[in-house]
């Protein structure tokens, strides 16, 4: 429930206005079912919370990936792409003199 809250909060303003409704109702509703003794009534608003937060990160996900620079390229580049390590690095093979 935390993590949903958190990421609600932090970017309510870029997903809709109904997935974010469905999702503060799903909330709202795990939080009452956790004042209840019913394990039916418990399981069934954590299935529906789950899913309503899925939706928003499937909404937040496509918002990423649709923006300009979007996506895993957001935040550099992936590992072994693009320019090359800076630095004395140097990539060689060890054998120690001692084990031979």
Known sequence: MYNTEKTLKE????VPA?????VEAALAEAREALKSEDEAVLKAAAEKLIHESHAL???MYKQASSAPGGGAEAGGSAPGEG???????VDAEY??????
Request: glycine residues 4%; charged residues 50%.
């Open 95 to 100: 054998e120690d003199p001692a084990k031979k």
């Open 18 to 22: 109904e997935t974010a409704a469905k």
């Open 11 to 14: 970017h309510k303003d870029k």
């Open 57 to 59: 990160a499937e909404h």
């Open 83 to 89: 320019k090359p390590p800076e630095g004395d690095v």
